[in-house]
């Protein structure tokens, strides 16, 4: 079963969340302070983090920092829950390693589809590739990396579905709202940040291979491509 930890002070938030994922088959499991919510998932087996930013102890960003930093915990998919819904502070939430971020107050409908589609992504899968080469990068599904010369760079889970869905067709021309209904699965009404963000995040990781070029373009007004590169 899969298993859904909720990180919120406001336990009556706690037990909404709650009662909505379990009703949809979730096994979820609860902390109501951050040292709480990281002692759970060092010690459980965690798919995904529901989490709140304003917490006793350890804040949600120092949370997700830290979950990133960590060989153990760097690919569960955090969705950050917060009153802090300043632009500042969703772009610094996904600058730290979130995959979404929702604003409260929040429809409980919305959560659970965000919930959902986090966590049926499996592109690689899906299109029945392992690998993906263009020049002298290969892009490998089964370590969720990408290695040029040698030297691999891993990345996250969204960080890497992102980079297939682009370099899975080199040359053409995704929007915003494309790549979030790919990647993210949901038809996503606004925040195009959070595509933003996570390109820059690979361009920066695809940038320390050895004689890597800009593989990812902006196409001004419109979104991102992908280099076409012979190989």
């Known amino acids: 079963m899969v298993k859904v930890l909720v990180v919120e002070d406001d336990k009556h938030i706690a037990e909404l ?20 919510a990281l002692e759970v998932v060092h010690t459980e087996r965690i798919d995904l983090v529901v989490l709140d930013v304003m917490l006793p102890g350890l804040d949600g960003l120092t949370i997700c920092r830290l979950m990133r930093q960590n060989e153990r915990t760097r690919d569960i998919p955090v969705i950050i829950l917060s009153a802090r819904s300043q632009e500042l502070d969703r772009v610094l939430g996904l600058e730290l390693g979130a995959d979404d971020y929702i604003a409260k107050p929040f429809s409980v409908r919305e959560l659970v589809a965000r919930v959902k589609a986090r966590l049926r992504r499996h592109v690689p899968v899906q299109e029945g590739r392992k690998m993906v080469r263009s020049g002298d990068l290969v892009i490998d599904a089964e370590r969720l990396a990408v290695e040029a010369a040698g030297k691999r760079e891993r990345l996250t889970p969204t960080e890497f579905e992102l980079l297939w869905v682009l370099a899975g067709s ?26 933003d963000v996570h390109v820059r995040h690979v361009r920066q990781k695809l940038q320390r291979l050895p004689g890597s070029p800009q593989y990812i373009e902006t196409v001004r007004g419109v979104g991102y491509r992908f280099r076409e590169l012979s190989g």
Not at 17 to 36: C, I, M, P, S, W
């Open 17 to 36: 969340v709650r009662y909505a994922l379990e009703k949809e088959g979730f096994q979820v499991l609860e902390a109501h302070d951050g040292d709480r």
């Open 170 to 195: 080199p040359g053409r021309v995704f929007s915003r709202d494309l790549l979030l209904q790919k990647v993210w699965g949901y038809d996503y009404a606004g925040d195009s940040r959070t595509v």
